[in-house]
């Protein structure tokens, strides 16, 4: 089945520093790729998507990449802020006729001053 | 827009009593989604409906829980009879088909 892994956290960074939280993918077929971020006491929302093959997503400075031949989806931001401090989770699904997502385990970025 | 909207946001009851979430989806979206977050366990999802029908409830723990979607406008998840281990914050999620998924800001339960 469908299945997301995401590096273990938690990580925690020095404000400005480079961010990488990575993500691979098990599907058949060519899903699409979702990262979502969770702020604390929020529910989840949508961060940055890739829906093929060597598209770039990028939103809010954070960027990730859909590798088909590595089955990766990494996500990177040059200089995290403070207010970066949340919860990733990496998704994938599988066709747009498909109902669910599956999500990776959540990595928790932890930023401080 | 007002987004997915979820009630209570907060609810503390005893082991026991029944516990009724409720959830209305963004207008227009045909699938909702009820996942369960905790530490221990992460986010799972819990059932889904597409066009108001069950579409997988394979992660629904057991048969405490239960979920209706009796129009494209309202759902609930009721626990009953509920345990202190089903303390942890529920979501609610709704889609268009093909298009983001938006969450709403969760119920979160503490069964004493």
């Known amino acids: 089945g469908d299945s997301v892994t995401q590096m273990e956290g938690p990580v925690t960074l020095s404000e400005e520093a480079f961010l990488t939280i990575n993500c691979t993918y098990t599907?058949?077929?060519?899903?699409?790729l979702f990262w979502y971020v969770q702020y604390p006491g929020e529910g989840l929302q949508l961060l940055l998507k890739?829906?093929?093959?060597?598209d770039k997503g990028s939103n809010k400075g954070f960027e990730a990449t859909y590798r088909k031949e590595t089955t990766s989806f990494h996500l990177e931001k040059g200089s995290v802020q403070v207010s970066d401090s949340a919860v990733y989770f990496c998704?994938?699904?599988?066709?747009?006729?498909?109902?669910?997502?599956?999500f990776g385990q959540g990595t928790i970025l932890t930023v401080h001053p | 827009d007002a987004g997915v909207i979820q009630s209570p946001r907060h609810e503390v009851t005893e082991m026991g009593q029944e516990v009724t979430l409720r959830c209305k989806p963004i207008?227009?979206?045909?699938?909702l989604f009820w996942y369960r977050q905790t530490m221990m366990r992460g986010l799972e999802l819990l059932i889904y409906?597409?066009?108001?029908?069950?579409?997988?409830d394979s992660g629904m723990p057991e048969d405490r829980f239960s979920a209706k979607m009796p129009n494209a406008s309202f759902s609930t998840l009721k626990i009953q009879p509920s345990e202190p281990r089903d303390s942890a914050v529920y979501f609610c999620?709704?889609?268009?088909?093909?298009?983001?998924?938006?969450f709403g800001p969760g119920t979160r339960l503490t069964v004493l």
């Open positions: 207008s227009g979206h045909d699938y």
């Open positions: 409906f597409n066009n108001n029908v069950p579409i997988d």
């Open positions: 890739a829906t093929k093959a060597d």
């Open positions: 999620a709704s889609r268009l088909a093909g298009n983001e998924q938006f």
């Open positions: 599907a058949t077929g060519y899903p699409s």
């Open positions: 998704a994938l699904l599988r066709g747009t006729s498909y109902g669910k997502l599956t």
